[in-house]
Structure formats: C-alpha cells, structure tokens
C-alpha cells in the first residue's frame, strides 16, 4: 500500500494535551492497549487526577505524550528504553526493516505522531493491523538502538534501577538482570533475562513482560553492554548447591562410576567362562 504523503518531522506531530482530552468525547475508551482506530493522539492520564485542582496553570493543562513515551509506559513494557526519534528518522538506521513490518509506512508515521492524509481511507480492521505493525517495528527499532552509545546510556539508568528484574538464583543474592533474546529471529522465542553473576538466562517473573518477542532485544545486548560498562561485571559466583542426605553429599557420579565398573568386569568374566566350556566342549567332540 503506497502513501501519498511523505513524513514530517517531529514539528507536524499532532498529539493530545490533557485539556484537550478531559474535553473531548467522555465515551472514549482510555483503557485499551491502542486508541481508537485512526487516532495518534495519546493522553497522559497521570496527570487527569490532578487536572481539576490545577485548571489555572496552563502549561500543566497541556502536558503532552509522545507515542513512544506511551507505548513505553504500558503495563509488560518495563524493559523497553524510549529510542530517540532523530534515530528512527534517519533511514539508514531502519534499512531492511520496510520488507519485513507490513503497513510500514503508517506504522512509522504513527510512532512519530505523524498526521497521514491517507489514514480516513483506511477501514477499522487495516487500523488494528496498522498498531500491531508499528509495535513490532518498533520493537526491531529498538533492538538496533539499544546497541549504540545513546540506547546503552538508556539501558544503564533502566539496570540501576532493576527494571530488568533480579536473579532467582539465591546464591546470586538478587543480583539485577539484563534481558536477552535467545535468538534474533522475530518470532523465534519470547525474552530472557540475563544474570551477570551466574551467566545463565531465566523467564521474566511477570508474564506480561515474558510475552515479549525476544528479537526486541537480541543475543548481542547484555554481553555488549557489560564489555562497555566493564566495572558492573560482578566476579562469577562459585558456589553451587550441594544435595544431602542426614547430612552426607550424595555421590551419585562415584556410584554410577563403580557399578559401571564391576558391571563391565562381570561382563568379561562371564563371556571368558563361557568361553572356556565351549573350549572343552570341542575337544569332547573330537
């Protein structure tokens, strides 16, 4: 589907202040995932609380939110850092990416809250597809970005702040986390988190985050980013959990080794007895 229009910068965005949505239709669901289909108009609905309270101060009535700062902000998007919109501008950034997102375009213009002429022709249904579309550009966005200084900037302050989550492993002591794809292939596997101090990956202990595609992140991320930031590269824990009984270690690889032994020795043994009466067996017959 070709576009007529050519995208804007971030001067033609066109988004929603507080005022304008306390005064706009009161049917509207503010709710949802996305907003209504053919809107790219997002309400900051921290501030609809205190709105009434402070209906004098102007620039408090027109507090704005981007799409990208929206859709970060969603319950299970904890992981993802805000990508600069002069990175998503700059083509180069995205090359490869139009032949595998469908409704390219329109999804790119709606991150950037850029105003399409060609968006009243679309149907309710391509504006459903149009939002999951720029969710999943967005995503392979933002695992290109967050391979570059800025995006590791942005990751760093979201790992002091264990966004990303902390190790279950209790002799980790709750060490934070960074995520990690098991595999840059978008629809290949869910995100990881990854534990510096053990350096083995674990499921997100919040299932929305654990429906999060993998490829957003990638394989490459969490080892990178602790190359560049080489002083939060905890020493690797080495102790492991020792099984048991009254007090005894279990010694199941010594056991398994023993009865492998005597097993084969019996085994030899036998085969020469049977050997030796076959042996005497055909002297008897000659």
Request: a negative charge; proline letters at 4%; aromatic letters at 12%.
């Amino acid at each position: 589907m070709e576009k007529s229009g050519a995208r804007g910068d971030s001067g033609g965005a066109m988004r929603f202040s507080t005022r304008a949505g306390l005064d706009g239709d009161k049917n509207d669901k503010n709710d949802d995932r996305f907003p209504a289909s053919g809107s790219k108009k997002y309400l900051d609905h921290d501030s609809d609380s205190s709105d009434d309270g402070s209906s004098g101060n102007s620039s408090a009535d027109e507090d704005e939110q981007s799409w990208i700062s929206w859709f970060c902000s969603l319950k299970g998007n904890e992981f993802f850092c805000e990508v600069d919109e002069e990175y998503i501008q700059d083509d180069f950034n995205l090359s490869g990416l139009s032949s595998m997102v469908p409704y390219y375009d329109y999804a790119l213009d709606l991150i950037l809250d850029v105003e399409s002429p060609n968006d009243d022709m679309l149907t309710e249904q391509q504006h459903e597809l149009v939002e999951s579309a720029a969710e999943m550009l967005y995503g392979l966005i933002h695992a290109r970005y967050i391979l570059t200084s800025r995006g590791m900037v942005a990751m760093l302050e979201k790992y002091k702040q264990c966004h990303f989550g902390r190790c279950p492993r209790v002799y980790c002591n709750n060490h934070p986390c960074l995520p990690v794809g098991t595999s840059d292939v978008f629809r290949t596997a869910t995100v990881k988190i990854f534990c510096p101090k053990c350096e083995d990956i674990y499921f997100p202990r919040s299932k929305y985050q654990g429906n999060i595609d993998g490829a957003y992140y990638g394989t490459t991320f969490p080892h990178l980013f602790l190359m560049t930031y080489g002083y939060l590269k905890p020493q690797r824990c080495a102790t492991n959990y020792v099984p048991r009984i009254f007090g005894f270690k279990i010694r199941e690889k010594q056991l398994l080794a023993e009865s492998t032994k005597s097993g084969g020795a019996g085994g030899r043994s036998a085969g020469g007895a049977e050997a030796k009466e076959g042996g005497k067996a055909d002297n008897a017959g000659a």
